[in-house]
């Protein structure tokens, strides 16, 4: 099970936990990424509605995302939120909780082609990465998107090595497509030559860029389609930034006129080679 290099969460953080028992004034729970670590969920932070059972919400045993609304390491007193955690946040923890098993996982893989332990992993890979990027499957993106040397001052030469291939086996890196379409019309007889030359012009070049890729398609006179797949959605904004300043002016050089319509980014993955 995932758990945070830190001994207690911050307040405002979400949390993964688990019913432990249930009482007419709250509930107490186990924080599932804070080994031996309990929170309390008053029953007003249920739900924002009056609660009269509270076993209506939720059930012993049952994971749910907390919100963590005070902390006293003093005391070892943590308070909870359900309430306070929306849908978006809620999906976003479990994400994250899901990469962090993912982490795991490799990371006990790599320990066993070195002969280690995972508590000896945990404490040379996982608190040290945890630290420098707030999540270690974060690294592991990192080091199969730009190499392995990210990691270089991060953790020893030994596990590198080691994680490396389980890395380039496993990694998936996330990358954002993003798609728009131009209306482009040139009143000259050889109108349709000039706009094929101008999207051309303009793919190839940005296909030249590592990591980023562009594809046009025609739609129907005069609307064009570009799909441009990048490693985060700034970058594909900016390419195509890059194209639609190209593709202006050339039209326009032409006396032609071109117009970009915006849609909307659509996020997938893809896996490294040797998957």
Sequence with gaps: MPRKAKEYPEEGEFVVATVKSIHPYGAFLKLDEYPGKEGFMHISEVASTWVKNIRDYVKEGQKIVAKVIRVDPSKGHIDLSLKRVNQQQRKAKLQEYKRAQKAENLLKMAAEKIGKDFETAWKEVWVPLEEEYGEVYAAFED????????????????????????????????????????????????????????????????NEEKEIDVKFSYQGAPRYRIDITAPDYYKAEEVLEDIAEEILRVIKEAGGEATLIRKEKRIKKIKRRGA
């Design 143 to 206: 080091a199969a998107q730009n190499g392995m040397e990210v990691l270089e001052d991060l953790i020893s030469r030994e596990w590198i090595e080691a994680l490396r291939p389980v890395i380039e086996a496993y990694v998936e890196i996330p990358t954002v497509t993003i798609d728009a379409e131009f209306e482009i019309t040139v009143p000259s007889p050889n109108g349709v030559e000039i706009i094929k030359e101008a999207l051309i012009r303009a793919r190839d070049r940005a």
